[in-house]
């Protein structure tokens, strides 16, 4: 496993912000690209915090295929939906208006939907369902994604690890909040394990042959990305185990994403035109927020759900088990035991380095370099 270096949380969140900012983001729109991106990493998802840093960001930028200055346009709107075109811009801050976006809906109307097409990634899909619960409010996203997920009997990869995310207000210390892909693994984890020397787990890849890629995660990544594997949606390979019912989450995602602001879908969001130069994503994304107080009262659903959570929670234990978790728990205790700080293992430090000295932020210094 590769070394890591705690680096306090001032520290990184203060550095990040004015990276950002030297490659051309607005102050406040950096600000919240750095609290989606670090959120990430107080919940222990590394695959989504820091690790992607400059490679799905600043290189982006770099690149010319993510512009650094949002342009959030509404196309259309009523009193609870909204249809939003980013135009390529920053998909954190495109996330966050839409998601406050629906929020205000909800909290006036009941129930408010924003849907987005043109963006880029937008960092963990639960931060903006957490966003709603913090307002008393249901939340709900999900986001299309570049295609590398083969459908149920296929190989080729036809859409993306697609998250269907749902956050639901209790009255314990956390929200209940399932966050994952309707793959069993995704690009990111799978980037992830190439960094720190892990191999992908048998089943999460396909191969062109119908076969179960295993081994090393760098060469299982460099297949995906040449079309000679694809991985496989939540219950694996076939039918037995329920491949399909991954499958089928993973197109209502694709369509939520595409269908309602007329987005791109599939193979258009390979990030690549027909001669392999690099484009634009244009992702989309759909965020839904539904109030409490317009049913029986936030205080009322916290309660009951927080009653449900706590009798699964209660109820046997598989043998050699010494509990069972709620969806959004293991992330809470992630984030009490990170207090100090995130962990960065020697990759990302030489990519932080690295852009620490191009923009000449020389006011930062590291652990790794006592």
């Not at 939003?84 to 939907?113: F, L, P, R, T």
């Amino acid at each position: 496993m590769a070394k890591t270096n705690i680096v306090d949380w001032k520290t990184i969140t203060n550095f990040v912000v004015d990276a950002f900012v030297g490659y051309g983001i607005p102050k406040e729109d950096a600000e919240i690209c750095a609290d989606v991106l670090l959120e990430s990493d107080k919940r222990g998802i590394e695959s989504h915090g820091v690790n992607r840093f400059k490679p799905i960001y600043l290189d982006r930028i770099r690149d010319g295929i993510q512009n650094p200055v949002t342009n959030f346009e509404i196309i259309k709107e009523t009193p609870t939906t909204a249809v939003v075109d980013g135009h390529d811009g920053m998909g954190q801050v495109i996330g966050y208006k839409a998601m406050k976006m629906a929020i205000s809906k909800a909290k006036e109307y009941g129930m408010g939907m924003v849907v987005v097409r043109n963006s880029c990634h937008y960092g963990i899909a639960g931060y903006y369902p957490s966003m709603a619960c913090k307002e008393g409010c249901i939340g709900m996203t999900g986001t299309n994604a570049r295609p590398s997920v083969a459908p149920t009997f296929g190989v080729e990869g036809m859409f993306g690890t697609n998250p269907l995310t749902i956050g639901i207000p209790t009255d314990e210390d956390f929200d209940f909040l399932i966050d994952c892909a309707s793959s069993i693994t995704q690009n990111g984890k799978v980037e992830y394990y190439e960094r720190i020397n892990k191999d992908v787990a048998p089943g999460t890849i396909i191969g062109l042959g119908g076969e179960a890629i295993e081994g090393d995660a760098g060469e299982a990544l460099k297949m995906i990305r040449n079309g000679t594997a694809a991985l496989t949606t939540l219950g694996g390979i076939g039918e037995a185990l329920g491949g399909y019912k991954g499958y089928g989450y993973a197109m209502v995602v694709e369509l939520l994403s595409a269908v309602l602001q007329d987005g791109a879908y599939g193979k258009a969001l390979d990030g690549k035109d027909a001669d392999g130069n690099k484009v634009p994503y244009h992702l989309g994304h759909f965020f839904i927020a539904i109030d409490t107080n317009h049913f029986l009262g936030e205080e009322a659903c916290r309660k009951k759900a927080g009653d449900i959570i706590r009798a699964v929670r209660n109820s046997k234990k598989a043998p050699g088990q010494e509990r069972i978790y709620s969806a959004g728990e293991k992330e809470h205790l992630v984030r009490l035991a990170r207090k100090d700080g995130v962990p960065i293992n020697e990759s990302v430090q030489k990519e932080i380095i690295a852009v620490r000295d191009e923009l000449g932020l020389s006011q930062y210094k590291f652990p790794w370099e006592d």
